[in-house]
């Protein structure tokens, strides 16, 4: 009977709702749209969630445990939230990737007479170079000795790269008074600092993890020198989670922070 009078009233509720322009149902052609922007943000609560946990908590924790714990509780635990935390990174950054690609950049690069796929394959380049060059500083020991030099040194290659992108894409127009606006700048700043993230993950942090904890089951010690890069990597991440947070949400937030 409940099913019954649901399947009944369901669609008459819907239908008022519609008529009092309270309920709008997506078009066909918003629903690439919905489905991308809910994957990323779903996909980026995971991924972040994790990163805060294993730096907030992780870190500290096992500091309070003996070998032997170790080697019962950390390639269990690790493992599974080691398998959440790349692949929600990877699934982050590709949705929003796509997402970018398809509608903003898209919409905003040809408003401003622009090839959009040409921007972002020079995005890319940008944002890629700058990976180049950050993954050459975790293996400068002076640099890596001390993670706040190391740091300093990273934030300042971030600003030069978003100094970049900014200039490069909000200067691409070949009509006059028009340009990208404010998502594509914005994106463009915390979406290349989120794929920054992204390779560190996958080219340093889950590398290194994988090594170590096969040492910890093995009961033989890990390379220090794997863990010391894996830290500095995870610790890198956690702080440029903020910028890359900031901008991501100042792209359709109360703030307009580049052009329009």
């Not at 749209?33 to 924790?61: E, S």
């Not at 929600?88 to 997402?99: D, E, P, Q, R, S």
Request: net charge positive.
């Amino acid at each position: 009977m409940l099913i019954e009078s649901v399947a009944h009233h369901l669609p008459v509720s819907l239908a008022i709702l519609q008529g009092g322009d309270i309920f709008h149902p997506p078009q066909s052609i918003e629903i690439p749209r919905i489905l991308l922007r809910w994957l990323h943000f779903l996909a980026g609560i995971t991924w972040i969630g994790l990163l805060y946990f294993f730096n907030l908590i992780n870190v500290p924790f096992q500091k309070t445990i003996d070998a032997d714990t170790k080697r019962k509780v950390n390639p269990e635990l690790l493992l599974r939230s080691l398998w959440w935390f790349r692949w929600g990174a990877l699934i982050t950054v590709l949705a929003g990737f796509a997402y970018y690609a398809s509608f903003i950049l898209s919409s905003e690069a040809r408003n401003a007479g622009e090839n959009p796929w040409i921007l972002l394959l020079i995005w890319l380049v940008i944002v890629l170079v700058t990976y180049a060059i950050l993954y050459g500083l975790y293996q400068v020991p002076a640099l890596t000795k001390d993670g706040r030099v190391l740091a300093v040194v990273i934030a300042i290659l971030v600003i030069v790269m978003s100094v970049i992108v900014v200039y490069v894409l909000g200067n691409a127009s070949s009509i006059p008074g028009k340009y990208l606006g404010n998502k594509s700048l914005s994106i463009g700043v915390g979406g290349g600092i989120g794929i920054l993230m992204l390779l560190n993950v996958w080219g340093i942090i889950w590398p290194a993890q994988k090594r170590i904890l096969a040492a910890t089951r093995e009961g033989t010690a890990a390379d220090p020198v794997l863990a010391r890069k894996a830290f500095l990597a995870s610790r890198t991440n956690t702080w440029l989670s903020l910028p890359m947070l900031l901008f991501m949400g100042t792209s359709h937030g109360d703030w307009i922070i580049f052009g329009k």
